[in-house]
């Protein structure tokens, strides 16, 4: 990460800051960003009905403003300005997640089930949840629970692509040499973001991550048991959540009133004090948006009063420690189990004992909050390493703002993109794939064993994350890596941690922003390659 004067220095210092930030409601920004706005909901809700999939087009909205950069016009100078550029890429993730996983998912569940008339307030109800959701990661990035040097992968693929297309030299030949690493794997299906993901994580969350992958992948042809049908994904993550959500209490509570010595402890106790608000504010937020969906959907009147009261109480629990979970995740892996999470949520839902037309509101509504809140974490870790990582506070902070302005116009473009084109998709029978399981759920039900398997399993993911602490989250990245059946991708986070353990004995500390760089690199040709090759397919069908 270098300045774009050099390739020498710094891996981490920030290309030239101008005097002031690039402003996202400027004309020109602002028309980028809705014409990128549109272009990736449309992409995502597209992509996530025919293939069950949303790609990361974060790098697409910084390739689109670096390529305007080099038009000779006057009218396109201000994207050469990286800020720019990341405000680019802010814009079109967000609309990208928010329409496909926050809106189009949601709302196809009550569709699925058979009550099309809950699809409208269900899209308020979501609409709502997505933007609280990025406002709330707005407020708590860089506090205690979520830390702006944590790795937030897909952050950091956007910085140094946006970095390497600044400056160019050395720094620009390794990510390039990554982006070909991770473009050569994805062709022969190999998860490359794992890959890099494991080059730059923390070593223990990597490892715990790994492990659960592999034990998914490989429980049955090893010990004869089928993890998943047993609910032991599910009961770990319920476990390590819980202490989870703990945790982030104990930090608020920790700095609460107490005078700090020194600046970093002074930056710790504002950080705590400001996670604590935006804690309180996200909760008033959630248990307004659970009365509203409650109200407009007519649930109401198929309760008791003590079973709406609980459910009430519940919807708001659930939607927020699925949102910390699902952003733990993304921070540490770059992967988020949203899916698998809200159907932990449905599945205590069910045990207890809520009729089955709230549970597909329970459903929608805690599947809609995490994905916003994780990519804008991702965005705002790009932002934060192409300001200088907080070298200039007042420009750190305002380049936040500005950040946080751009998503929110992406998720009102995903709103109204949504608005527009869900009916032609279920006139097509066309929602998420994931949908069919949630809908099975609820007519299921749950049993007395699995709810033993869900009680048992969450002892074991309450300890592993008691002893990982909040800073590893073991408990959550084990959980999540036995959340997701692909093995494949346990194999390459082995081999990525294999190999970072030998280039740091070989080479030593130093090397390690250089391995950022090269990692940056790998998880930007995966994703690339990812979009395209999943746009293509798309069209196909």
């Known amino acids: 990460m270098n300045t774009p ?14 005097a002031s930030h690039p402003r996202a409601l400027a004309p020109g920004n602002l028309i980028l960003t809705v014409v990128l706005s549109v272009f990736g909901a449309i992409v995502g809700i597209q992509l996530l009905a025919s293939l069950g999939i949303t790609p990361s087009t974060s790098l697409i909205g910084a390739l689109a403003a670096m390529t305007l ?140 991550f790994g492990i659960g992958l592999l034990l998914r992948g490989y429980s049955m042809p090893l010990f004869g048991l089928d993890i998943a049908k047993l609910y032991i ?34 930056a710790d106790a504002q950080g705590a004090a400001r996670l604590g608000r935006s804690l309180r504010l996200g909760t008033a937020g959630y248990l307004a948006i659970t009365l509203l969906l409650t109200v407009g959907t007519g649930i109401y009147t198929g309760m008791s009063f003590g079973m709406l009261v609980a459910f009430v109480i519940y919807g708001t629990f659930a939607a927020f420690v699925h949102e910390l979970i699902v952003g733990i995740a993304a921070m540490h892996s770059g992967w988020f189990p949203a899916f698998a999470v809200a159907l932990i949520t449905l599945l205590i839902g069910i045990l207890i004992g809520f009729p089955p037309e709230a549970l597909v509101v329970l459903a929608g509504f805690s599947a809609a909050t995490g994905p916003a ?47 527009a084109t869900y009916h032609i998709f279920f006139a097509n029978k066309q929602t998420a794939p994931i949908n069919a399981a949630y809908v099975a759920a609820i007519k299921a039900g749950i049993s007395i064993e699995t709810a033993k398997s869900l009680a048992l399993w969450a002892i074991p993911g309450a300890i592993l994350q008691v002893l990982g602490g909040p800073r590893q989250q073991l408990g959550v990245l084990f959980a999540t890596g036995l959340l997701i059946a692909f093995p494949a991708a346990g194999w390459m986070v082995a081999l990525g941690i294999a190999v970072r353990l030998v280039v740091l004995r070989i080479a030593g500390a130093g090397v390690r922003d250089r391995m950022e760089v090269f990692a940056g690199g790998v998880i930007a040709g995966d994703a690339l390659y990812s979009f395209f090759s999943g746009a293509f397919k798309a069209l196909r069908k």
């Open 5 to 18: 004067a050099s390739a020498a220095g710094s891996a981490h210092a920030a290309p030239s800051e101008p």
């Open 69 to 208: 950069a080099r038009i000779p016009l006057a009218m396109f100078q201000g994207f050469r300005s990286v800020h720019s550029q990341n405000l680019a890429q802010t814009s079109i993730s967000s609309a990208t997640f928010g329409a496909a996983n926050s809106l189009f998912l949601p709302i196809g569940i009550p569709f699925l089930f058979g009550l099309p008339d809950m699809v409208m307030p269900m899209l308020v109800g979501v609409s709502l949840a997505m933007l609280l959701d990025a406002w709330l990661l707005y407020r708590m990035f860089d506090t205690p629970a979520f830390p702006a040097r944590n790795p937030w992968p897909l952050g950091i693929a956007a910085a140094e692509a946006i970095k390497a297309g600044d400056s160019g030299g050395k720094q620009a030949r390794l990510l390039l040499g990554g982006l070909a690493t991770g473009v050569a794997g994805a062709v022969f299906s190999l998860p490359m973001s794992a890959f890099g993901v494991a080059l730059i994580g923390g070593l223990g969350a990597m490892t715990a």
């Open 233 to 266: 994904p599910h009961g770990m993550m319920i476990g390590a959540g819980l202490v989870a959500l703990v945790q982030v209490g104990l930090v608020v509570a920790k700095h609460s009133g107490k005078p700090a010595a020194g600046a970093g402890n002074t």
């Open 373 to 419: 809140f994780a990519d804008m974490g991702y965005d705002l870790k790009a932002g934060h390493l192409l300001r200088g990582e907080g070298t200039d506070p007042a420009f750190e902070m305002e380049g936040r703002r500005q950040q946080m302005i751009a998503g929110m116009i992406g998720f009102v473009v995903a709103i109204v993109v949504v608005l």
